[in-house]
């Protein structure tokens, strides 16, 4: 075990490397983007603050959808845009762009029911 992992470190590195790199951009796309949707979400939602009903069904609709896709068939489904998009499907670039629409729905959702 001890020789496989001597031999494969540097793919280990560059898998932990892409990892974080994908991790850090849907951690800042989710704070940029996921913060305010939620926000709007909670401030047009019935009895809200500013309530709009058009506003908050678009935004609202955004976050049910993209959440309510399995990741992997989210990932499937926007293979053509993120290849119109990055220019890959594939890679860092290609796997990075779906997880920027997931986690902004996620902490959207969540900072709207916070």
Known sequence: MIETLQDNWPALLTALYETGVMVFFALVAAVLGGLPLGTVIFLTRKGGINENRVIWFIADM???????????????????????????????????????FVAVAIYGRLTEQI
Do not use: D
Not at 72 to 98: D, H, K, N
């Open 62 to 100: 955004y976050v049910t959808i993209v959440r309510s896709f399995p990741f992997l068939l989210f990932v499937v489904f926007l293979i053509p845009f993120t290849r119109l998009v990055m220019g890959t499907s594939f890679g860092l670039a290609g796997g990075t762009f779906p997880m920027l």
